[in-house]
């Protein structure tokens, strides 16, 4: 085994860690954001930068070879694609009429926020209480 | 592709294995909030998310069991994904 | 139709299918030559429209541009990873509306793209020549509404 093929394989393991940490926290921030704009962030952002990074780290493991060229295409396709369908939904969401949730808005603040989120105590530390089975959207 | 060895005793296919199965948890969190997750938008960022996540799946069944064929269904499903999001937000 | 339009998407969809095909026997290179020519003579005016001149210079300061938007992504990351794993979740989301001076639809798009990846904002909608995005604080609803990113796309697209 030589010094290249080593390092090589370091860097791959580097990155697809790199990767999968952004895509564990994007996956974790959709489960766990209020409200349905917030969670647009983290799938937007986490996991574009997550899977592209787990493909970059690929292409440095297949090398120069076609498939590396079919893996570029790939990436390229997904950092065009991703922003554009989480325009798309926003865009479909806002014209429908779902309200972002406020901070301070006792009225919508529950109206939007997921029903399943027991785990989510850190975000009622200012004595708000919870309404559940409210207008679900 | 020689020279699969990482360290010592692990292998690169593992680590691209445990990758798979990283990704596969991730993508049943996502399933949570596909299910529960309150209205029809939710759902579709959750296909969304999902689907993108398979795409490195499929990519990394591709390199696991060395079949190349498995890119070509990855770049189909991305486009696939990418069509089915813009036309369910469409209509 | 316009010849040279169709040759250049021919030769660039031919190369595309070479290069995704990765056979060069003689039935997969005749099986490309023609499916290129079905696929160019179907789509060669949608390539290019309303690219406009000066082609060659945009492309360039897109390319000198990307490596800030990089840099960008990864801040973004880093800042909702930040969010969505520390317990008290700081966020305070809020719809803000700005006006751009951007005409042409690429630029429009590139910007809309660029806010969605930069850190904590995202593209909603655009009505007329008013964006409307929604920011998941209020620090970076502050830091677009600087509007710094709009000058960089403006000077790629040159139409500041």
């Given at each position: 085994m030589s010094d290249t093929t080593t390092i090589t394989n370091v860097l791959t393991v580097m990155f697809l860690l790199i990767g999968a940490f952004f895509m564990l926290a994007g996956t974790i921030g959709f489960v766990r954001f209020p409200d349905f704009y917030s969670r647009m962030h983290a799938t937007g952002k986490c996991d574009t930068l997550g899977e592209g990074l787990m493909l970059v780290a690929l292409i440095i493991y297949g090398g120069a070879t076609f498939v590396s060229v079919k893996i570029l295409f790939l990436i390229i396709f997904i950092l065009l694609a991703n922003p554009t369908s989480t325009h798309a939904i926003a865009k479909a969401a806002y014209d429908v009429g779902l309200e972002p949730w406020r901070k301070l808005d006792d009225e919508v603040v529950w109206l939007?926020?997921?029903?399943?989120?027991?785990?989510?105590?850190?975000?009622?530390?200012?004595?708000r209480t919870r309404e559940d089975g409210g207008e679900v959207r | 592709m020689a020279g699969t060895e990482l360290f010592g005793t692990i292998e690169m296919v593992d680590v691209f294995l445990a990758m798979a199965i990283t990704i596969v948890i991730a993508s049943f969190v996502s399933l949570y909030r596909g299910i529960?997750?309150?209205?029809?938008f939710n759902r579709i960022i959750a296909v969304n998310v999902i689907g993108t996540k398979t795409i490195v799946l499929l990519v990394l069944i591709g390199f696991i069991y060395e079949r190349p064929d498995f890119f070509d269904i990855a770049l189909l499903y991305a486009i696939l994904n990418f069509i089915m999001t813009i036309a369910a937000t469409r209509y | 139709m316009n010849i040279k339009h169709f040759i250049t998407t021919y030769i660039i969809v031919l190369a595309f299918w070479l290069l995704l095909s990765a056979h060069f026997d003689r039935f997969h290179v005749g099986a490309g030559i023609a499916c290129s020519g079905v696929v160019a003579y179907a789509s060669h005016d949608l390539l290019f429209t309303g690219t406009g001149n000066h082609g060659l210079t945009k492309t360039l300061r897109f390319i000198a541009y990307l490596p800030w938007l990089i840099y960008q992504i990864v801040l973004a990351n880093i800042d909702v990873a930040k969010r969505a794993l520390s317990?008290?979740?700081p966020i305070d989301p809020q719809v803000v509306t700005f006006k751009t001076m951007l005409k042409s639809d690429v630029a429009r798009t590139a910007l809309a793209n660029s806010i969605t990846l930069t850190p904590g904002t995202v593209t909603i909608d655009i009505v007329d020549d008013v964006f409307y995005v929604h920011a998941i604080a209020k620090e970076p609803a502050d830091d677009l509404l600087g509007g710094a990113m709009e000058r960089r796309i403006a000077h790629i697209f040159m139409e500041d």
């Open positions: 939007n926020a997921g029903n399943g989120d027991t785990d989510n105590t850190g975000n009622t530390s200012e004595g | 529960e997750g309150p209205g029809i | 317990p008290r979740m």
